[in-house]
């Protein structure tokens, strides 16, 4: 018996230090690590322990003989892999992580964000050194994506925030939520009172189709839509179209799968979880019958993971639709899936397209529909979004990449809901240098770097806004763990200025500056009321949705 790494994979790697016989793979010092779907155990290799299942922080790995239905696939997944990747272990003792010395003293940091790329480092830092960390977000809750982006039927991806809860219990590290970086405090502030600031701020804006009528009502953007179904306070209030029967989704990511299924599963699986009651109301009125997922590209460049794909297979009430005709491929994809050395999953996201264009659609069944090679040219409409006008592509090589290039032939297809999914993008953040066109803070490793090429002392970036919007959670691991490494760098060194103030004179100053400050006690408050009335409602929590109510839930 063997243990396999199913769907929900963060590609945290905390189980890859953990096995005792270094069968999980790829690593983080791999190539391969950077673009891998999942990670993968080796069936051949694995001794059964169980080291690597205490480690998961999202519950995804689980014995061959355990596996349901859904997840039974996942065995072949995992052997397929090694089949391409052959394991070579040179497992050697990690090397012993620098720590800085005590007669340093303890090192003050200020985390401004509050999701996965901010706690990574922040249990980092914890891990590593005597340090005091002060981690900081404008919403009144903490953890980011992970409570406002999952989607509501993921919900063992979200138990990485408890992870982060048992690691944050003490008083080291102290919540300032509800207080806004640039309003509440300065950015010279914080580096008053700290030798270092990160900023781990994500990427908060979403990229534009740029096509006419873009801007009608009834077009959206799905970092609008995930956001109003998870609750997200600013979000809280909008309104979206679901009086039409069916929905056009552009882009084909992981996001545009969630919410596809959000769109199209039955309400009562929804009413298990923790999606937003107003989300809740609106999608049991909902008439929406069809999703049509437009990708620019062709079924081997979805930008979808296999693992995502393929649960929608097990989705109750719900068909993939596939035209057979999307899956003609070139003779640059079919070479490249014929290539011996293609990777498993190249070959595994395609084999899912054709099982799914294979099947009979079921009439009574809401339908996912596929389209490849697609792009909007407009939203149509006079007052609101009355459908959306797409053009075919090829697919052309320009500088050794496929490319897609539109061609004479167009469709249009009537919708009420347009959303688009086609990326997020990082907002400048104040007093700190912007890259434009990358829409990252400029960077070396995670050190800002200043106009002058030079680091920016005692500043540093991690997560999205370091590196550009890609990975999932758990990648945030490995690239925080990078910026904490020059952080105590720079430490150690002496080039990080000495604070001028220290925990006490900064906890006096916001507590002037923003009465509603929400701090340990206060999340804790909110975290109990939630789970006590979705304990009520045979749900995980019922979230708070507005200001108003998180902050009243959080004075108690």
């Not at 769907?7 to 953990?18: F, L, M």
């Not at 069936?43 to 995804?60: E, L, R």
């Not at 929608?312 to 035209?323: R, T």
């Not at 904490?484 to 507590?511: C, M, N, Q, S, Y």
Request: aromatic share 6%; glycine share 8%.
């Amino acid at each position: 018996m063997a243990y396999v790494i199913t769907q929900r994979c963060c590609n945290d790697a905390s189980c890859v230090s953990e096995c005792p016989v270094d069968c999980i793979r790829p690593t983080p010092e791999q190539r391969e690590f950077a673009t891998t779907e999942m990670l993968y155990i080796d069936p051949d290799t694995c001794i059964d322990c169980g080291a690597c299942v205490d480690a998961c922080p999202v519950d995804a790995i689980v014995s061959e003989d355990d596996l349901t239905a859904s997840l039974a696939r996942f065995r072949e997944i995992n052997a397929a892999w090694f089949e391409r990747h052959p394991l070579e272990s040179n497992f050697d003792p990690l090397a012993t992580p620098v720590r800085p010395p005590k007669s340093l003293g303890t090192l003050r940091v200020a985390i401004v964000g509050a999701g996965p790329a901010a706690c990574y480092a922040a249990d980092e830092l914890l891990r590593r050194c005597d340090v005091e960390v002060e981690m900081f977000d404008r919403l009144p809750t903490p953890w980011g994506l992970v409570r406002a982006g999952v989607a509501p039927d993921h919900p063992g991806t979200k138990t990485v925030s408890g992870m982060f809860e048992s690691a944050f219990r003490r008083e080291t590290l102290q919540y300032y939520l509800n207080v806004e970086v640039g309003k509440h405090i300065s950015h010279e502030e914080l580096l008053a009172h700290h030798h270092a600031v990160i900023y781990a701020v994500g990427a908060a804006t979403d990229r534009r189709m740029g096509v006419p009528g873009e801007d009608l009502p009834g077009s959206h953007s799905a970092t609008e839509f995930v956001a109003w179904y998870n609750g997200h306070p600013d979000y809280a209030d909008r309104q979206f179209d679901l009086s039409g029967e069916r929905a056009v989704i552009v882009g084909n990511g992981n996001v545009a799968l969630d919410v596809a299924r959000v769109l199209t599963v039955d309400p009562d699986e929804l009413a298990k979880t923790d999606i937003a009651d107003h989300a809740l109301e609106a999608l049991r009125h909902s008439n929406i019958r069809e999703v049509v997922v437009l990708g620019r590209r062709g079924p081997l460049q979805a930008a979808y993971t296999s693992p995502e794909f393929l649960a929608l297979a097990h989705l109750k009430g719900v068909d993939v639709v596939i035209d057979e005709s999307e899956l003609d491929l070139g003779p640059a994809d079919r070479a490249a899936l014929d290539d011996p050395d293609a990777e498993p999953s190249l070959r595994l996201k395609y084999t899912l397209a054709q099982e799914y264009a294979a099947k009979s659609a079921d009439p009574a069944n809401k339908r996912i529909v596929f389209r490849y090679l697609a792009s909007p040219t407009a939203v149509t409409g006079e007052d609101r979004v009355s459908g959306i006008d797409v053009v075919r592509n090829e697919l052309v090589e320009e500088d050794g990449a496929l490319v897609a290039r539109a061609t004479g032939e167009t469709d249009h297809l009537d919708a009420s809901l347009v959303l688009r999914s086609i990326g997020y993008r990082g907002e400048p953040v104040a007093d700190l240098p912007f890259d434009e066109r990358r829409g990252v803070v400029p960077n070396d490793q995670g050190r800002v770097i200043g106009a002058d090429g030079a680091p920016v002392p005692g500043v540093y970036v991690s997560g999205w806004i370091k590196r550009g919007p890609r990975g999932v959670i758990g990648s945030n691991r490995v690239d925080s763990e990078e910026t904490v490494e020059h952080v105590l760098a720079d430490f150690i060194a002496g080039v990080l200025p000495a604070p001028t103030a220290d925990r006490a004179a900064l906890k006096e100053l916001l507590a002037q500056r923003q009465s509603d400050l929400v701090d340990r006690d206060g999340w804790r408050a909110i975290d109990h009321a939630e789970k006590t009335a979705g304990k009520a409602a045979g749900r995980p929590r019922v979230k708070f949705t507005t200001r108003e109510e998180l902050l009243k839930a959080a004075r108690g």
